[in-house]
């Protein structure tokens, strides 16, 4: 054992071997690795070169290395004494390279364990481990020997692939390998395990675990202490790692991606995207995603998935769970949403011309399906009627809008034509123009739908609205047009307010798209929509208004002393009114009710106990025998604030009783006595106390008023800011005004006439 002098520099720490094997240990910072792991073998007395191990860290799970070790080697440190990944990859190696197919299976889970970690894969590398996984895979049947030796080839692959970097597939790629993985992905097995045995029959393709735990073992000491490594009870899916594989190959090669395109079908792929597996899902999109940005016609390949009901398979992914998706299945199902909505940048922008057959025909069609072939331009809202492609002349959205406008037209005629009479009926300032707001409500969409922008890779706010329905967004133009006349018709537009409408639907889809509530499918996205009319819109617009300026804050804080005055005079109305309440049990004599009254001088408080009603109208102060004056009230208790207390006559267990606490001043001396009353209903509860509380000189306070003043505030802020709204552009000053000086005489007139 090495002899070592103390240092106020070391680092104190620990080291293990095993369970029973652990030393407290110092770290000096000046001794390299290869020291201190000198002296740890030394402690430990086991066998072998300072090569041959290696300290791990218990806190990061990774190795220690002189590049890393200014961050593991600290205070606290626990440290594992363990094969280095140099002898692990060497002995890996010398496995793959010369042993027999059965320990070469074995061997594959531990690779699969300690590819995870960079300095055993860039140890493996070297000594062409790499090739060798390759050329096992290449000459390697599925589902061989019935166990999966080709699916740890493929996820050590996959492991080692990542942390080597894409690059490195261009200096491993050749048609055999990409046809492996194309063969794997469509072979029957492979679906088998997606599907299910409700689709397939059954075929065991598990290894033996038992044989498998036995054997693994040959290392285990060597990567976790006495823990197995073997893989454990579930081997990987062959298909999904061909899947990540095929992924990298499509991005990161050039030649990868035909040989992919023409081998290997979309459905083929489709298939693994399914709501029982979802990270067999998420390899799928990938690739499907991969081959989407690759490919020159989008559009066509589009076409293709849509017919393999591609979106259908994603819709029950997305619906599958009412947890959190993680963030690589949201990512990739983000990536394809933008693909999908990108197919509609191109006729965005393209320039509507009526010399073009095809824009012709559609612009036709507009007026025949609303009014038939003798109908007026006029009436349908073109901004030009000598030339009809005007409104669609501005990109985005252009041709994109007229597409937009047939697809509602076709399928929703009747709707089209009952907007277009409705108009007809109006005076002509009052009409809501069809075509121009077509073409407002097509841009907004294509921005809250963030289709001008290219992906950046970081976006998992994916919708799933937009995966309910083929040409999703044709539809929800559908429903936001009729949102837009409808909005039209609330605020009583004129064509003078059409921007005004713009900025309010505006305002109503995105509350929809970027609000909390989660919007599924069509009829949510309608429902939603329909639960923002252009009243919550002035509401909200107010609010935001009173956040943000300092001057509504100021006049609200003006006019709050007011409105609370209003609302502690209800209160004393109320008292004045009179109440009926009950008695608590245990009162003395019995009594069932108690009538009281406040005086309209607001001296005296009349009751009586059990009076009764002979007419619909409240008894009068004069048949209430008892009063009290206001002067000698103490206070009011509420029983549900009260402690119990044994010594009490009565029984306080109601949450809407109270007592008036009181003391006449012609009784100088006594004890302070109570009226006890229990009120019918919260309200009465509510605003007897407040009352009570305004008497003795203080303000009404409690939830119900609260509310009450805030409701009388903002009416009477919307009554001061009346029409505030209805100016465009306004905003209000944070600043008061200048106010210009005096001038230097007053020697002015004013001719009237």
Not at 71 to 83: N, R
């Amino acid at each position: 054992m090495v002899e070592r002098m103390k240092s106020s520099a070391a680092v104190k720490g620990a080291i293990w071997l095993d369970a029973q094997n652990a030393e407290q240990f110092e770290f000096f910072p000046h001794d390299s690795l290869e020291k201190i792991v000198t002296i740890a073998i030394d402690k430990f007395k086991v066998k072998g070169t300072v090569a041959e191990w290696a300290l791990y860290s218990e806190k990061s799970k990774r190795y220690i290395t002189e590049e890393n070790r200014q961050d593991e080697i600290v205070p606290g440190v626990v440290a594992m004494l363990k094969s280095s990944p140099s002898k692990l990859a060497e002995a890996s190696v010398n496995i793959l390279s010369c042993k027999s197919d059965n320990e070469i299976s074995l061997e594959l889970v531990n690779i699969c364990k300690y590819a995870e970690e960079y300095q055993y894969v860039q140890e493996f590398e070297k000594r062409q481990g790499v090739t060798y996984v390759i050329e096992l895979i290449k000459r390697t049947p599925p589902y061989y020997m019935h166990c999966s030796t080709l699916g740890y080839a493929l996820q050590a692959l996959y492991l080692m692939l990542e942390i080597l970097g894409t690059d490195y597939w261009d200096k491993i790629l050749d048609n055999a390998i990409i046809k492996k993985l194309i063969d794997i992905i469509k072979s029957e097995e492979s679906k088998k395990k997606i599907v299910g045995p409700e689709h397939f029959s059954s075929r065991t393709n598990t290894m033996n675990s038992n044989t498998l735990t036995r054997n693994s073992s040959i290392r285990d000491s060597d990567y976790n202490g006495n823990k197995s490594v073997s893989g454990g009870d579930k081997e990987p899916q062959m298909g999904q790692y061909a899947l990540s594989a095929l992924d990298s190959i499509v991005r990161f090669t050039d030649s990868g991606y035909d040989m992919v395109r023409e081998f290997l079908s979309v459905e083929d792929i489709v298939l693994y995207i399914t709501d029982q597996d979802l990270e067999c899902s998420q390899y799928a999109l990938a690739l499907i995603n991969a081959l989407f940005f690759k490919c020159d016609d989008k559009l066509s390949y589009h076409k293709t998935l849509m017919d393999v009901n591609a979106r259908v398979r994603i819709e029950k992914v997305i619906r599958s769970t009412t947890k959190e998706f993680n963030m690589d299945i949201s990512h990739h199902i983000s990536e394809y949403q933008h693909y999908i909505m990108g197919l509609h940048r191109e006729p965005s922008q393209q320039i509507v011309s009526v010399d073009n057959p095809v824009h012709k025909t559609m612009l036709d069609k507009i007026k025949i399906e609303a009014l038939s072939d003798d109908g007026e331009w006029s009436s349908l809202g073109f901004s030009d009627e000598s030339n009809l492609a005007a409104d669609f002349h501005a990109t985005p959205p252009g041709f994109l809008a007229l597409q937009c406008i047939n697809h509602f037209t076709q399928k929703y005629q009747d709707k089209h034509r009952e907007m277009i009479l409705e108009q007809l009926s109006r005076d002509q300032d009052s009409r809501c123009p069809f075509v121009k707001a077509a073409v407002a409500v097509t841009l907004l969409l294509f921005r809250q739908l963030k289709i001008d922008r290219d992906y950046i890779g970081v976006e998992i706010d994916f919708l799933p609205v937009l995966f309910s329905k083929d040409n999703v967004f044709y539809e929800l133009f559908c429903i936001s047009i009729l949102l837009f006349n409808t909005t039209w018709h609330d605020m009583s537009a004129k064509i003078t307010d059409f921007n005004k409408v713009v900025d309010v639907v505006n305002e109503q889809l995105s509350f929809v798209f970027k609000g909390e509530r989660k919007i599924n499918d069509i009829e949510d996205f309608k429902s939603a929509l329909n639960s923002i009319p252009f009243s919550r819109i002035q509401e909200q617009r107010l609010k935001s208004l009173e956040k943000d300026s300092s001057s509504i804050q100021e006049l609200r804080e003006k006019l709050k002393p007011e409105m609370q005055k209003i609302v502690n005079k209800q209160r004393l109305a109320i008292l004045e009114a009179g109440e009926t309440f009950a008695a608590p049990r245990g009162s003395r004599g019995r009594r069932k009710t108690i009538y009281c009254r406040l005086s309209s001088n607001h001296k005296f408080l009349h009751y009586g106990y059990d009076i009764e009603m002979t007419s619909n109208a409240p008894p009068s102060i004069e048949e209430l025998p008892e009063k009290l004056s206001i002067s000698d009230l103490e206070g009011v208790t509420k029983w549900k604030d009260m402690k119990k207390s044994a010594g009490t006559k009565i029984k306080m267990d109601s949450p809407l009783g109270f007592s008036i606490h009181y003391n006449q001043s012609q009784m100088t001396g006594t004890d302070p006595k109570t009226i006890d009353l229990i009120a019918r209903t919260e309200d009465v509860f509510s605003y007897w106390t407040d009352g009570l509380r305004v008497l003795r000189k203080g303000d009404a306070c409690n939830k119900h008023s609260e509310e009450h003043l805030s409701m009388l505030l903002d009416i009477e802020l919307k009554i001061r800011q009346l029409d505030i709204l209805d100016i465009e552009g306004l905003k209000l000053p944070d600043y008061k005004p200048m106010v210009p000086a005096l001038p230097d005489n007053f020697n002015f007139h004013y001719n009237f006439n």
